[in-house]
């Protein structure tokens, strides 16, 4: 889901999994408009990986190249920790996670939600 965007019935606890949180908005109001209840931006890719994505057209092998990028900062203990609370978290509640990207195919929230189905998370098909 894009952060910013209106929330869908039953979404639930919307997270942030982005490096920096919105500009030109007060903390207060992050819910309220939309952008996110939790900041995790443990869950969000480094910026030199985020420098990398952005710097070229996508190609096939650009996106395999960040994808693998990401799964490896992901596999460090405390994101790791995480990505395993939330499969868990995902069999009692709803939630979802989100950045700033317009397209989900090419964002490290596709690849997020690739590790969580891994460690048995239960997701909605959205």
């Known amino acids: 889901m894009r952060l910013g ?8 606890l919307r997270l942030g999994t982005v490096r920096r949180p919105p500009r030109g908005v007060k903390k207060k109001d992050f819910a309220k408009r939309n952008y996110y209840d939790q ?10 990986l985020v420098s990398f994505a952005s710097g070229q057209d996508w190609t096939e092998r650009r996106w395999a190249q960040f994808v693998k990028g990401y799964r490896r900062e992901m596999s460090a203990p405390a994101p790791k920790q995480l990505i395993e609370l939330l499969a868990r978290m995902s069999q009692q509640m709803n939630f979802s996670v989100g950045c700033y990207c317009e397209r989900e195919d090419r964002c490290h929230r ?3 939600r690739e590790l969580l189905l891994e460690r048995g998370a239960r997701l909605s098909s959205g």
């Open 5 to 12: 965007t209106p929330r869908e019935d039953g979404e639930g």
């Open 110 to 112: 596709r690849v997020l």
């Open 39 to 48: 900041w995790l931006p443990l869950l969000a890719p480094s910026q030199p």
